[in-house]
């Protein structure tokens, strides 16, 4: 089992920055991918970024040039840095980690950023 927990939430102004954590523990051993999700009310769980073990990254569109993800494999940890922060990107944070097709879940921190 993988435990996977978020910390770095928070409110915080449109313009500003926040950067989140996520530490895994557990059987971590062949854990690829790691990233991050997003789900607001109603609507479906999207794709903030991910990174693999070797650093590869992927973004959405929403996050380019203002969301960096990067992980520390010796920690366990993936780390997202959110600046220029929206009220868009308010949302429930969810940090995930992948071994083969099976994907671990966080449960979640909530992100609020006022206008």
């Known amino acids: 089992q993988v435990r996977l927990v978020e910390s770095g939430g928070g409110l915080v102004q449109a313009g500003g920055s926040l950067r989140l954590s996520c530490a895994a523990s557990?059987?971590?051993?062949?854990?690829?991918?790691m990233g991050w999700y997003r789900q607001t009310p109603g609507k479906q769980r999207e794709l903030v970024a991910t990174?693999?073990?070797?650093?590869?990254?992927d973004y959405a569109d929403s996050g380019k040039g203002r969301f960096t993800i990067s992980r520390d494999n010796a920690k366990n940890t993936v780390y997202l840095q959110m600046n220029s922060l929206k009220p868009d990107d308010t949302a429930v944070y969810y940090c995930?980690?992948?071994?083969?097709?099976?994907?671990?879940w966080g449960r979640g921190t909530q992100v609020t950023v006022s206008s």
């Open positions: 995930t980690a992948a071994r083969g097709e099976y994907n671990y």
């Open positions: 557990g059987f971590i051993a062949n854990l690829n991918r």
């Open positions: 990174i693999t073990s070797g650093g590869r990254t």
